[in-house]
């Protein structure tokens, strides 16, 4: 008799490919009901556990003292210009009012709103977990840089350094790289690094050699 080997999976592995398929039945309407859950509470609330503690332990979370999760709530579409009655006193070409997108993605907003909230809390990271006509919801992971636990754990302390300080203000979190292009490499990305200012600062700076 031929045997097949089959490779068994983890509940972690089990629980990614379930998320993988989010128009399945099981999913369809776990997130149906989760979006309703979801638009009963505040727009930025703590919550006990991770949502999909498969994909937060990827991002770096672990379920120890010092880590905490918030979902954030997030108006979805683009970016309105808040000019009165529309009128934008320039050229016809810069007079759009209503078709803008915002420059960085619902995620780093979703950071930031949080980041702000708690501001003695560090931004890890942050991760997709459902969605509605109106709405985007996300979990973000929060890490206490005071905590005892944290300040022993040489895995995770880096973030306790001071210059960790909002990282999501700043675009270094994961989500943050990716809006200023730096999660891509190669041919096309020669203008994001260190970044695109900064490319353009060194493009259009003229450098004379002291003459000795």
């Not at 979902?71 to 006193?89: A, D, F, H, L």
């Not at 973000?140 to 999501?168: F, G, Q, Y």
Request: glycine residues 8%; contains cysteine.
């Amino acid at each position: 008799i031929l045997q097949i080997p089959t490779a068994t999976m983890g509940a972690y592995k089990y629980l990614e490919e379930l998320w993988k398929k989010k128009q399945s039945d099981v999913l369809r309407f776990l997130l149906r009901v989760r979006a309703w859950e979801y638009r009963q509470l505040p727009g930025i609330h703590r919550i006990s556990r991770p949502t999909r503690p498969d994909k937060a332990r990827r991002l770096g979370y672990k379920a120890k003292q010092g880590f905490v999760v918030y979902r954030v709530r997030v108006r979805r579409g683009g970016r309105k210009r808040p000019n009165p009655k529309g009128i934008i006193y320039g050229k016809p070409a810069g007079a759009g009012i209503n078709q803008l997108k915002f420059q960085r993605n619902l995620r780093s907003v979703a950071e930031e709103r949080v980041g702000r909230r708690l501001g003695s809390l560090r931004v890890l990271n942050s991760y997709w977990v459902n969605q509605d006509a109106t709405y985007k919801w996300f979990e973000v992971i929060l890490v206490d840089p005071s905590h005892p636990t944290i300040r022993a754990d040489p895995r995770i302390n880096w973030i306790c350094k001071t210059v960790m300080k909002h990282r999501e203000l700043r675009g270094l979190t994961s989500a943050g790289r990716h809006h200023r292009g730096l999660l891509l490499k190669g041919v096309g990305t020669e203008k994001h690094r260190p970044s695109r200012r900064a490319v353009w600062k060194r493009n259009n700076k003229v450098q004379f050699h002291r003459f000795r």
